[in-house]
């Protein structure tokens, strides 16, 4: 079984007060964790991924995610929020079995950037 | 290097009609995943291509089908299309022997139900 709960549907910050953006999951395999983001009427765009290598993994735009395997955690944080990351942020799992990939999504964190 | 691309961008259709929608994979990647976003709510996963087979499904009706080209590209076709089908369908790409392989995803393409 594979899940992944995004514990906020809607965060609000001020502009350049850190971001915070929790996600917890659960897999039966060694997953790999992604965060994305999408911006209005756009596809997602990839921000950073977690594939067992360093626990600390940075991504675009400043973010950054602490793959926390005894919290089973994945939480997305950057220190200083701009304007420009106000968008939806969605944390995914996905795990390779038996030629099978299993993509799992959250159901997503409105951010919002407030001036 | 192309990203992810699909055609078209923006598409009306009427209720009853069907619908044609394509994608390019990012080169490099052999696995395709179709994703339907309804407005305000998160991709639900349709089905997933790989080796011109489908692999995976969600939880979609057989309305909704597709292929894949050996060339890895892929169709999603929709037939007698509902109002409730109006989304932004996103296609997905990534390299089925890569654990760590990313999904790319293209720009989506708008279906309105009228």
């Known amino acids: 079984a594979q899940s992944v709960t995004q514990l906020d549907s809607h965060v609000s910050v001020s502009e350049g007060t850190p971001v915070l953006l929790r996600c917890n999951y659960s897999?039966?395999?060694?997953?790999?964790l992604f965060w994305y983001v999408q911006h209005p009427n756009k596809g997602l765009q990839l921000l950073l991924k977690y594939t067992s290598a360093a626990t600390l993994v940075k991504g675009i735009n400043g973010f950054e995610a602490e793959f926390k395997k005894s919290e089973t955690s994945f939480h997305l944080t950057k220190p200083s929020a701009h304007m420009s990351d106000a968008a939806e942020y969605f944390c995914?799992?996905?795990?390779?079995?038996?030629?099978?990939?299993?993509?799992?999504f959250g159901i997503g964190t409105k951010l919002q950037v407030i001036p | 290097d192309a990203g992810v691309t699909q055609s078209p961008t923006h598409l009306i259709k009427t209720r009853g009609q069907q619908v044609t929608l394509r994608c390019s994979p990012k080169s490099g990647h052999d696995t395709v995943s179709w994703y339907q976003q309804a407005l305000g709510q998160g991709p639900q996963f349709i089905f997933q291509?790989?080796?011109?087979?489908?692999?995976q499904r969600g939880n979609f009706p057989d309305r909704f089908s597709g292929h894949q080209f050996p060339n890895y590209s892929s169709e999603l076709n929709v037939n007698a299309l509902l109002l409730g089908d109006s989304a932004l369908y996103l296609c997905a790409s990534s390299f089925m022997g890569s654990a760590n392989s990313p999904l790319h995803f293209g720009n989506g393409t708008r279906l309105t139900v009228t």
């Open positions: 897999s039966s395999y060694s997953p790999s």
């Open positions: 995914v799992v996905r795990a390779n079995s038996g030629g099978y990939q299993k993509v799992t």
């Open positions: 291509y790989y080796e011109e087979e489908e692999r």
